[in-house]
């Protein structure tokens, strides 16, 4: 059963109304609303939702738009509708904690040939870790604090019409995430990338490294992490997707893939090095398979099935191949799967709690390296009203060292981690800098 995503959704409803809004269309008598979150402008919100059976509108691929009507007493606005769809492109919201509590935030992108929401689902399944678990996972005090989000693009392979290359879709997803920044707090950013899109993510922190523009220099100061699986550093076998693209408009991008002497990847992988920083700055970790992947061929209709030889898509070498302080065991590790599989898991997988482990991990560090940067001292202007380069200290008022140097309201040391940034204006740590009454 496809899951389909439902945009629009106002902000004051919740999943039953939502639900007895779609029941009231007519054809719909069977939806069952599996998420619902606030949208990043926090004007409306998004859900996931399945269908027993599927509406016309949504046949054959289609999207569906549907006018919210107003109410009698609502003032004159523009027009609300709901928009279902099934291709998730663009960033979609699986789940938002609440705002007190929203610490960090999560964004997966698919590989080649996937789907957003599916390539990250149980195979035959309804499960999606991303969605059912990780957000309940990653807590403080038993609270959700990671805000969960998935970005989808076209990856088609066979008969796709695009001709976009890594700088076309690295464009576009740094427009996306630029959306994270239209906020007075911005929280740290963990990026997962399975197979192409970990390439993708690695192409949009060089664009935004390399620019001169305040956004771009915020959003990439606010990424801390990138989990990659099965990301080609140093390409992967190609000879089964060549036949699927034949001459169309993507040849050139799955070419780029190759394992024998990319000259893009090379390049990109020299670039790449120093985008989030020195050793220490920020953290990359690498999940590789270590099972062969079945191959598409095609068969005698045409279609292209899953029947083809089995082979290692992706090898370790080519996935662990990212930067050189962190080829050793504390920053990869394998799984026993297929290139697919490997962000595909069961509800209870043994799998998927040693990924979560991985990441509860970094976002621990990175509240420490980031913290929430909106409300921390600037040393550079003498403000605090954006971002501080490094935390204030309060042992000695110095900002040139890092959130394991802040104070800890709970029991006064200084050595580890600090529920609270300090203020500096009233020496106080039970609120943020932004909120302090001697302001």
């Not at 801390?224 to 060549?242: C, K, Q, R």
């Not at 390049?267 to 999940?287: I, P, T, W, Y």
């Not at 026993?336 to 997988?349: A, G, M, Q």
């Amino acid at each position: 059963m496809s899951t389909y995503r439902v945009r629009g959704v106002p902000a004051d409803w919740d999943c039953q109304r939502l639900q007895a809004f779609l029941s009231d269309q007519g054809n719909v008598t069977d939806a069952v609303i599996e998420s619902l979150a606030h949208e990043n402008n926090g004007v409306c919100q998004v859900a996931t939702a399945t269908f027993e059976n599927l509406p016309s509108q949504l046949q054959h691929g289609h999207s569906w738009s549907i006018l919210i009507p107003r109410t009698p007493n609502t003032k004159l606005t523009r027009k609300q509708y709901l928009t279902i769809d099934n291709h998730f492109h663009g960033l979609t919201t699986l789940y938002t904690p609440s705002s007190e509590d929203h610490k960090i935030d999560i964004i997966a992108l698919l590989g080649l040939g996937g789907h957003a929401f599916g390539s990250f689902k149980e195979k035959g399944g309804s499960y999606m870790w991303l969605r059912d678990s990780l957000p309940y996972d990653l807590t403080s005090e038993t609270k959700p604090i990671a805000r969960v989000m998935i970005y989808g693009y076209d990856s088609t392979v066979a008969e796709s019409k695009s001709m976009q290359n890594f700088e076309d879709f690295a464009t576009k997803l740094n427009g996306s995430l630029q959306t994270l920044m239209n906020t007075t707090t911005i929280r740290p950013i963990i990026l997962i990338g399975h197979s192409l899109g970990g390439l993708i993510i690695k192409q949009a922190l060089i664009l935004l490294s390399g620019s001169e523009h305040k956004e771009s220099q915020t959003l990439i100061r606010a990424v801390y992490g990138v989990v990659f699986f099965g990301t080609p550093h140093h390409g992967m076998d190609i000879s089964s997707l060549i036949p699927m693209a034949g001459d169309g408009p993507n040849r050139s991008l799955i070419e780029s893939l190759s394992h024998y002497n990319s000259q893009i990847l090379t390049m990109q992988h020299r670039e790449f090095h120093k985008v989030l920083g020195d050793e220490g700055e920020s953290e990359v970790f690498c999940f590789y398979e270590t099972l062969k992947s079945p191959t598409a061929q095609q068969d005698q209709y045409g279609r292209w099935t899953m029947t083809g030889p089995d082979v290692f898509l992706v090898t370790k070498s080519s996935a662990t191949h990212c930067r050189p302080w962190e080829v050793g065991a504390e920053n990869i590790c394998a799984l026993t799967r297929t290139h697919s599989e490997l962000v595909k898991f069961k509800p209870n997988d043994s799998d998927y709690d040693i990924v979560k482990e991985k990441i509860e991990g970094i976002c621990k560090r990175a509240f420490v390296a980031r913290g929430v940067t909106f409300d921390l001292y600037c040393k550079k202007c003498d403000e605090f009203g954006h971002m501080a380069d490094a935390p204030h200290c309060v042992d000695c008022r110095e900002f040139g060292h890092t959130a394991f140097d802040l104070h800890c309201f709970l029991c006064g040391g200084i050595g580890h981690y600090a529920n609270e940034p300090h203020c500096f204006e009233c020496d106080s740590f039970e609120h943020f800098v932004k909120d302090c009454p001697m302001r």
